[in-house]
């Protein structure tokens, strides 16, 4: 076994695994069964980004919390539990609204369970691996998300929807069994329980600045259920609906077997010739998908082609976000760090699906995604010019 694939690191990534199959299962036909109680581009930006800025303060909460007490496991424990419900519930929603607070109870569970299993991932090996953990754990994640679209695809044509949320919600408790497998590892001794301000002053200038072009990512980063609606109507007058969406989730696939295979790959290759500047590729990679998706273009080939962009720049920015990150943060504030950037992440996620999803609706697809494409051009130039060190 490799030096850095320890117990922690294996049970990690199949808890994700698991965590992913479930919640992707639903994430490929949440915009068909959202149409079909009224939805519109503009109600699901809102449903998104109301669901990621709702776990925004938790993901932040935990990671500081976490520092203080010195343990991870209950947080993330009790995260993918929340996120295996939140799926769940969606089988008995019947309007919009309560998609809208299932969603949340899974982003909560997210948001909750984020940042200590990072800290986790980061203190269950050395710093040498830390692209490779990275690169696995997010290879392991997206193999989930590719199972749980192809289980929608072969079972969509035969059972309901409200089936498939029911069926998915069983790889969400297994995530959660997996999770109760990670030992806790040794860290210092425990800290009086109080919000010392102190520690968001202990995290460096370099990370703020990285924090920074973490956020201008976040606001081009639009959710996955639009990216599957945004093809969807487009294959929709050629293929109809239920051709469109089934073809979608073969997309889908594609991109996730995409980002699976390539996660650890570049992880290890950012290893050796430096994160930083591999991650700004990747930004730029984002930026290229949604010029791309400006266009009304509805072909397969020129389809597939933005999804497989889009599963490269996420097989780069998922797991070197994070590395970069672990290289930039103290070891004593590290829940704290990866809280600031979770939270980060949540802010801009409701900024960018809301705002994305207005534009669509009320403008153009074009100005929504132009926006998105402006957004990871500026989170690229940041990284290039005015982030230091690996």
């Not at 029911?166 to 030992?183: E, R």
């Not at 009304?296 to 599963?311: D, R």
């Not at 590290?334 to 403008?363: D, E, H, K, P, R």
């Amino acid at each position: 076994m490799a030096k850095w694939l320890n117990r922690n690191i294996a049970a990690m990534g199949f808890t994700s695994l698991f965590s992913d199959f479930s919640h992707e299962m639903t994430t490929v036909v949440l915009p068909t069964f959202l149409t079909s109680l009224g939805g519109s581009p503009a109600t699901l930006g809102f449903i998104e980004g109301v669901a990621d800025a709702a776990t925004s303060f938790m993901k932040f909460l935990a990671g500081w919390y976490s520092d203080v007490i010195k343990r991870r496991k209950p947080f993330a424990t009790l995260g993918y539990a929340l996120t295996a419900i939140g799926v769940g519930l969606l089988a008995i929603a019947t309007r919009w609204q309560h998609v809208l607070v299932d969603r949340a109870v899974a982003w909560a569970g997210k948001g909750l369970r984020k940042p200590p299993r990072d800290a986790l991932l980061v203190e269950s090996t050395q710093p040498a691996y830390y692209g490779r953990v990275f690169g696995f754990h997010r290879a392991m994640d997206t193999i989930g998300g590719v199972l749980g679209p192809a289980c929608a695809y072969l079972l969509i044509n035969y059972v309901s929807l409200r089936t498939l949320f029911m069926i998915a919600f069983i790889p969400g408790v297994l995530s959660v069994i997996g999770m109760l497998l990670v030992k806790e590892p040794a860290t210092h001794h425990k800290e009086e329980k109080k919000f010392e301000g102190s520690r968001l002053k202990q995290l460096p200038a370099t990370f703020r600045i990285f924090c920074a072009a973490v956020g201008f990512y976040g606001v081009g980063k639009f959710a996955d259920s639009m990216l599957i609606l945004r093809a969807t109507q487009l294959m929709t007058p050629a293929y109809g609906l239920l051709g469109a969406s089934s073809t979608v989730i073969l997309l889908y696939i594609a991109r996730n077997v995409m980002y699976a295979s390539l996660s650890y790959p570049v992880g290890a290759l950012a290893d050796r010739i430096g994160k930083r500047m591999v991650l700004v590729f990747g930004y730029l990679f984002a930026a290229l998908a949604s010029v791309g998706l400006m266009f009304p273009y509805s072909g397969i080939m020129w389809l597939a082609l933005l999804f497989a962009l889009i599963g490269l720049s996420l097989a780069i920015t998922d797991g070197l976000e994070k590395g970069v990150a672990a290289d930039l943060i103290p070891s004593h504030v590290l829940g704290t760090g990866y809280g600031m950037l979770a939270m980060i992440n949540g802010v801009t996620a409701f900024i960018s699906s809301s705002l994305i999803g207005f534009l669509w609706a009320n403008v153009s697809a074009i100005a929504g995604f132009g926006l998105s494409a402006g957004a990871f051009l500026m989170a690229a130039i940041v990284v290039a010019f005015f982030v230091r060190g690996d």
